[in-house]
Structures are given as structure tokens and as C-alpha cells.
DNA sequence: GTGCGACGTCATGGATGGTTGCCATGGACG
DNA sequence: CGTCCATGGCAACCATCCATGACGTCGCAC
């Protein structure tokens, strides 16, 4: 590989010259220009990033951690990332670099050392385990520019997006308490992610706002604990375990005969699930249970022969845009406040939820 | 930011000695580690890797480049390179990070530039549109470490490890033909790929094998030319618009009453729009239409309340297993002669394809 | 007892491929 | 003749690795 010495040699300038051309920096003469033109061209010469950076201390680089790369809705994620990295920067845009770290902590961690060690000037790292709290206090702590997206780390001074878990829960109950239900049910996810927690927990919330007893037998959280033996399939898809689980916790109901009014799951994904597992038993969605996701999967939208689905649309790739925004104008700017972007999430009304039987009667009964 | 000269100077040796503890050589004194761990610890140190892979000349890094990270089959390709890197060095494993173009042929170009730039040791570059071949061909000609999959560029010396579309094209079209049918359509996909051209190719041959003529008004192109401005949509994935097309092909043939006995579909996706088109009018698949695709999509197993849809499996995460193994395996070997792998697709029997009810009355006929 | 080589430990300095501040040169111009 | 500016070279610097050799200690053979 050339370097700029040889091209600096064959040119007969000196490298510094070289370096002032590929820098459009002025003080180059059209004479000189020619030459290094010439040799740049002739020894297929490109100059060297790591060795720039290492001098620049700049790698113009921002790496994402992801844990679950593929889930479905993460491209609203990436999309709203590479956007904002490109609007930001018009003439020299920051490159973006993924890693995905598959929910396994030791490869998480592996590829956070990686970053920091000089590879990226910021880290954007998605998504919150529980189990993951030191992990992130220490990179917190290390002072290392980063962006937070959901993951609403307590007692920490960090740049963070999230978006309203709580207030999103609380507002798909609320609707479906207003469309009459009493009896509503919660199909939450995987216990080891913070957001599970405070879905259940709006969902609380909205029942105790109106006067809704709460009924611990009607708040189910499916078993996540064989998640590392499904992992060892040869095909695992998080989102076929979230399926699965809505579809297993469905049938339970149905067995034990204690089908809600309606139901709030966590995640879109356990909805389709639970809606097959009715289907499969005759059971009408909405006519029968009024069913409301959350995540806004893009199949929730009714393609792909599934019902259209009502739930929370996750403001996921206007978090990416914001966050990436923030990050790098922080790089900039390294005293400039660290900040805590809440965004809501929207309620997507579809055909999955309808008015109760009850009060769609007695309506009936007034207006005889 | 602290550097290994900050660390000798605390502890009171020369730097070259903290280097030789950091990198495990012998010839560090008990006394001397002590020392050196404990400048580490308070000046919270952690070695430089850019520094580290300037001087070394090696990023124990590999790039991927992808066209649509969001694609939902391309978890298979990611996970058969993660495994893939782990599994070759166990105990130093490479670092994988994720390009996305797309589509976008600048930004890919940008993406490879970066890449190229001393930031990896080597570039897997997955998908193969028509317009690239200039880019590719510059690539392998700069003679950088390079690994395509599923891009059968011709005439140049390169690893690849390509995928048998046009075998698998041919058995799809086999199936329906052993199944009984004549009429056989074939939708297509983008032309702009050319796996799609490989898929009609192998549809063709596989007519013609079978003495079954050849009716061009059954092969079916779908315009793909307002792609870019689908792009600019906020919420665009090329799984919708895969789907989409394969919904008004299908409307379009209901129309004009021109509908076939079979239809094999260059993705999994058109062949679900289409069974939506045909539910929409009463037309029963497979016993009216049978329907094969391509990809095994994961839906196309009957997840979400979808038909459980035959079609060909692409095996991706072989194609990553062992396209990465054969890259980091050339990086150590320089002069390991190129390969070209070929893998094979495989048919997946599921319930959307049946035999043809002329086959099952004469075979009736027969019997009685 | 002495000389010599082996060995453990460590510092020095050059190398990796760039960028940049500073200074030298030389021609134009007032 | 002094000043200014365009041009371009020198050398230091970024953070790390590593080849080389210095230095002292020790064992062994003569």
C-alpha cells in the first residue's frame, strides 16, 4: 500500500506538500498540484483513516450497539440515525458503524471496549436490559461520549432518549377502559427489560385512575427463562418467542376459561400470537376480546393477511434523529449540558379494539 | 485521556515495558507489574487502538456492507458471520461492524472508501445490484481482502460464495411441473438485482426441460421504477413494497381473467401479496392456485396468521459461516488461491402448492 | 579466583502514516 | 532596498510496538 511518502517521493514534493493537497488547504501551486495529481493516480495511493485519526484524535465515526439488530422495528431506528448523521454534517459526514451484540452481555461489552479504544469519537447504545445496570455505570462513568436510547438509567448525568413506556401503557389502557372495558387483562414481555416494567406499570396507573380494581390473576408475565435455549436454535428470531408467548399465554386463558374483555399486551409481537390462538377457538377479535399492542410493528398495519392491529407507535426513528443530533453536536460542544429527550408515543386506533358488549347494548337500550 | 507514556511515567518505567505487560511478553518483573497496574487503575487507562493497529498494521476487524439491513431474511447472513468470526479465533475474535447503504449507491461507496481507509482487515460485501459492477470491479481490482456473497461477478479473480438461484428457480419450477401444472406463471422481482434474472433463467430452463412451452405473457415483471421515491416515504421497507407488487401483479392477472394453475414468485413476499389479492376474490390457494416463492422468508413458515407458503430456503447463514471463515482464513494465508463457493437452495414443501385438479380427476378416473 | 557467556530486566530510539507550526526562499512591488 | 506573500521543506507530534543493546547477576569451567 502507498503511502503518502511515496507519493510525496514520486512527485518529487515534500509529504507535508501532499498533505496540504489532500487537505485543500491553500499554498499548493498548480505546478505541484499536477505532480501529485499525477502520482496519487499512478500508485493508486489512499491515504491511511487510522493514521489520520490517531494524529487528528477525530475518527468522525459514531458506533451503535444494538441489541437485537434484528428486530423489526429497529430499522425506524437506523433510518432516523443515518438521517440525522447526515443532515447534521452536510460537507463531511460522520460515517456509522453497527454492532450487534445479540443480547449476549460478554459480546456487548466486547464490542463497547472495541469502540472506545479510539475507533469511534461516540457510542449510540439502544435498548436496556436489566441485568446490563453496571455495564452502562461504568460507561457512564468512563465520560466517553454517548447517547442513551431507551434505556433511562437513574442517578446519572447522560445524554439520554427515551420515550413514555409508562405514559404509552397508560394511555392504551385508558382506551380501552373508555371503550368500556372493566376486565382487562396484561400480556407483559420479557421481565429482564426495563421497559416491560414500566409498560405493566402505566397499565396500572390507568386502571387505578379510573377506578378499576386490579386484578393480579389478569396481569401475566409469560416465562422468558429458557430465552438462552431458544437462542441456541438454529433460527431464533426474538420476535418467534414473543409470538409464542402470546400465543401459549392465550391458551392458557382459554383453558382456565378466564378470558378478559380485553387485553394490553406488551408487545405487538404477543398480540398476533394470542389473536391465532383465538382465532384457532372461534373466539372474535374485537367482537370478543378487544386486543391493543404496543411497538407499532409494521405488520400491526395489516399487511401480510393479519388483522390490523390498535396500538403505541414508538417515536423510534425520530429517537434515532434526536439522539444522534445531540451526540454529535455534543462532540463539538463538550460543555454543553447533558440532556434527558422524552418523547410519546401516539395510539394507532385500528380494527383490533371495539366498545364492550355491554355498553354497546345498554346504548342500545337508551336510544329504544 | 491517558497514554501508555502517562502510565510508564507513573509507575516509574519506560513505556515500552507497560507495552510488554499489556501484550503478555515476558520479561516484566513481579515489582514492575505491581507498579504498572496500579498506574493503570488510577489513571483509568485503556491502549489506544488505532495506535495500536497503525504500527501493527492490523484492525482485527471485518466490515459488512449491506445493501438493506432491514431485510427481514438478513438475520441469517448476521448471525452466520458473527458465529463464523467467533468460531475461527476463539481467542482473539475479529470485530464485526455493519455498513448500511440502503439502496444508496453513494452512500455505499462512502461506506467502502471509510472501510478501505486502514479501518478493517477485510470487507464482506453482500447483494449484488446491476448498477454496481463498476464499484465492485474497482474493488477487487485494489486488491483489498474482500469476501461477496451473493454477487456472481464475472471474469475476475475474487472470493464469493454464491448462492444456486437459477438451480433453485429451476426445482421451484420443477415442483409445480411434477405437481401436474402447465400454466405456470412467474413473477419477478427487481430487475435491478440480479438475482432476479438468475430466478427467471431458472424458471425458463426448467419449462423447457420439461417440454412445457414457454408463454412470455406469464412472465411478469413488476415495475420497480418508483422505488426511490417509495424511498423517500418515512416509513419505507423494501418488504412492503415486495409485497405490494406482488398484491397488484396478481390484482392485474384476476382482471384480465388470466389467472394460472401455478405461480412461482422470486420472493416470498410478492407470493404473500398475492395470496391477500387472492383471498380478497374467493380464489383458493392451493387448491385453485398453487403458489411457490423464495427466501423462506420466516413468516413464510405460518407465523403470524399467514398461510404456511412452500417455497425455496436460501441458506444465508452457511453463506456467512463460511464466507467469513474463508476471508479471515486468505488474511492469514496472502497467497491462498480464490474460491468460489456455490451453495445450494433447498425446497420446502409447505401448503400452498398442490396437485393440479386435472392430475387429481384423470388419477380418480384411473382408480375408479 | 577469574574470565566468559547466558539470562533476566529494562531503556532507548526508530518505525507506523499522517498533520501542522514554523521558518526559508524567492519573486513582485511600493 | 525593505516588505509582503506565495510556496514548500523540516521536524515535532499523535500512541503504540518492537528490535537492539545495555546492565547486572549468576553459574560454570579452567
Same mark, same amino acid.
Given at each position: 500500500m502507498a503511502t503518502i511518502h511515496d507519493v510525496a517521493h514520486l512527485a518529487g514534493v515534500s509529504k507535508s506538500l501532499v498533505s496540504r493537497y489532500l487537505n485543500d488547504?491553500? &499554498?499548493?501551486s498548480p505546478e505541484s498540484t499536477l505532480k501529485i495529481i499525477a502520482a496519487i493516480k499512478e500508485l493508486n495511493y489512499r491515504p491511511n483513516g487510522i493514521a489520520r485519526s490517531l494524529v487528528?484524535?477525530?475518527?468522525h465515526t459514531i458506533g451503535i450497539v444494538v441489541?437485537?439488530?434484528?428486530?423489526?422495528?429497529i430499522f425506524r431506528l437506523i433510518e432516523g440515525l443515518e438521517r440525522g448523521a447526515e443532515d447534521f454534517d452536510v460537507d463531511e459526514k460522520y460515517n456509522i458503524i453497527f454492532c450487534n451484540s445479540n443480547g449476549d452481555v460478554q459480546r456487548k461489552q466486547r464490542h463497547l471496549n472495541f469502540l472506545m479504544? &479510539?475507533?469511534?469519537d461516540g457510542i449510540v447504545l439502544y435498548g436496556s436490559l436489566v441485568y446490563d445496570d453496571t455495564m452502562i455505570q461504568q460507561l457512564v462513568h468512563s465520560n466517553f461520549p454517548l447517547m442513551l436510547i431507551e434505556n433511562d438509567i437513574e442517578g446519572t448525568d447522560v445524554n439520554k432518549v427515551v420515550i413514555d413506556n409508562i405514559g404509552g401503557a397508560f394511555m392504551a389502557t385508558e382506551h380501552l377502559i373508555n371503550l368500556g372495558h372493566r376486565r382487562i387483562a396484561h400480556i407483559g414481555g420479557?421481565?429482564? =427489560?426495563k421497559i416491560t416494567l414500566d409498560r405493566m406499570n402505566g397499565y396500572v396507573r390507568a386502571l387505578q385512575r379510573y377506578n378499576v380494581p386490579v386484578d393480579q390473576s389478569l396481569i401475566i408475565f409469560p416465562d422468558f427463562s429458557d430465552v438462552d435455549e431458544w437462542k441456541k436454535r438454529?433460527?431464533?428470531m426474538s420476535q418467534n418467542l414473543y409470538f409464542d408467548r402470546g400465543y401459549v399465554e392465550m391458551k392458557k386463558l382459554i383453558e382456565k376459561n378466564q378470558v378478559p374483555e380485553a387485553i394490553f399486551f406488551a408487545t405487538d409481537l404477543s398480540a398476533f400470537g394470542a389473536i391465532k390462538a383465538m382465532n384457532e377457538v372461534g =373466539?372474535?377479535?374485537?367482537?370478543d376480546v378487544s386486543v391493543i399492542g404496543f411497538d407499532?410493528?409494521?405488520? +400491526? +398495519? &395489516?399487511?401480510?393477511?393479519?388483522k390490523p392491529v390498535t396500538t403505541m407507535m414508538q417515536p423510534l426513528k425520530q429517537a434515532g434523529y434526536v439522539g444522534i443530533q445531540k451526540l454529535v453536536y455534543s462532540l463539538g460542544h463538550p460543555h454543553a449540558a447533558k440532556e434527558r429527550i422524552l418523547l410519546n408515543t401516539e395510539l394507532v386506533v385500528r380494527e383490533s379494539t371495539c366498545a364492550n358488549k355491554r355498553l354497546a347494548s345498554a346504548e342500545q337500550d337508551t336510544r329504544v
Open positions: 488547504q491553500k &499554498g499548493v487528528l484524535q477525530k475518527t441489541d437485537d439488530l434484528c428486530a423489526t422495528f479504544n &479510539g475507533r469511534v420479557n421481565m429482564n =427489560l438454529d433460527e431464533f =373466539l372474535r377479535v374485537p367482537e407499532d410493528e409494521f405488520r +400491526a +398495519a &395489516g399487511s401480510f393477511n393479519c
